[in-house]
Nanobody, 125 residues
Framework: VQLQASGGGLVQAGGSLRLSCAAS????????AAWFRQAPGKEREFVAGVSWNGGSIRYADSVKGRFTISRDNARNTVYLQMNSLKPEDTAVYYCAAGGLRHSDYVETGSDYDYWGQGTLVTVSS
């Protein structure tokens, strides 16, 4: 599975962006997918994750109520809709996929098998 993240950019505080992560290979639809981010000088952190069929979703406390993760398995794509963006959301955002096949569990650690290259989100104050 290869992952290609896109949709990052520069936005003012309070604005919105939608990130996309396109996957190659049919197996993507069988596994959980997630978004992580890494801000300058900080460790990579979990943002949101969704199980293979969308039945389970988890968010970091810092983005609950503002970000929405979704997936379209027919398009082999996972999305991250980001609203009410804050300067502290500035980071490189990475998509990831993996875990147990057809599992409802969404891993919040970095133990995913496949990673995209990252897309930069910059939120100005």
């Amino acid at each position: 599975v290869q992952l290609q993240a896109s949709g990052g950019g520069l936005v003012q505080a309070g604005g919105s962006l939608r990130l996309s992560c396109a996957a190659s290979g049919r197996t993507f639809r069988n596994y959980a997918a997630a978004w992580f981010r890494q801000a300058p000088g900080k460790e990579r952190e979990f943002v949101a994750g969704v199980s293979w069929n969308g039945g389970s979703i988890r968010y970091a406390d810092s983005v609950k109520g503002r970000f929405t993760i979704s997936r379209d398995n027919a398009r082999n794509t996972v999305y991250l809709q980001m609203n009410s963006l804050k300067p502290e959301d500035t980071a490189v955002y990475y998509c990831a996929a993996g875990g147990l096949r057809h599992s409802d569990y969404v891993e919040t650690g970095s133990d995913y098998d496949y990673w995209g290259q990252g897309t930069l989100v910059t939120v100005s104050s």
